[in-house]
């Protein structure tokens, strides 16, 4: 196992974007903290990281994001490993519903998750890094948090809340040498967006609103996270990146076939849902 020159951290870190992100911080020399609900898919993102990289230096945290204590720790054992200089929140829920019908259950842990869950990661892993001399703050929003997604009220009300967190922590931290920012995919293909991928009425609505007319890899992304969180982007803070082949610069997607699978033919009628 090679030292490591720096510490990093990422939730979500056992799939997907979480998962292709951490391998590139591994890459760049730091020793990775994994942060997840499931401890299996930390183990097999683990084994998957060190696979590629047989040296790499990877912690395992298994705990809820939104749990102020459980991300306190994971931040402060990876510090004591190598200074924290990177973090990517990336845990999130997702959730569709026609606000008529929207279960306010569901709508606290969308929120729980994706926007409490950032902010508590940024808080305590500024006081670190401000300790440290400064680091790289990135969160995952969405295209959801720049353009409407009927039938997804709540999801995108969270991802634009990361997107005014990172802006708000930019301004904030900037005097300790902390730049925020966040990545905004589109359509990427990742356990959370099967569905979306799998129903091919809803993938061709997706690919009529993209002028690059694909779906995005996890790598994707996780070139853009690798970027914003190292020295080249020094001079980078306060930004909401997209990278969803200019979805953004269209419309969001029609995903009424899922409203009506859900909720019935009345999905888009919001008199129907009166007791």
Known sequence: ????????L?????????????????TQGAA????????????????AILRNQPNANISLFVGDTADEGTVASALSQMNRLAPLKKVLANAGVGGLSPIAAQDADQYDEIMRINAKGTLLVFKHAARIMSANGGG???????IAGLRTHPHMAAYCMSKAAIDMLVRNCADEL????????SV??????????????????????????????RHGLVNDIAEAVAYLCSDAASWV?????????GHHLRQGPDVSPFAKMLFGDNAETPSSFLD
């Open 1 to 8: 196992m090679d030292a490591a020159t720096h510490s990093a």
């Open 136 to 142: 790289a703050l990135c969160a995952i929003s969405s």
């Open 32 to 47: 990775v903290g994994l942060l997840g609900r499931t401890e299996r898919k930390l183990i097999a993102g683990r084994d």
């Open 174 to 181: 900037g005097a300790s040498a902390i730049r925020v920012n």
């Open 237 to 245: 803070t306060g930004v909401s990146l997209p990278v969803d082949g």
């Open 10 to 26: 990422v939730t979500g870190g056992g799939t997907g974007i979480g998962l292709a992100s951490a391998d590139k911080f591994a």
């Open 184 to 213: 905004c995919p589109g359509l990427v293909e990742t356990e959370i967006a099967s569905g979306l991928l799998g129903t091919e009425s809803v993938y061709e609505d997706y690919l009529k609103k993209m002028p690059i007319a």
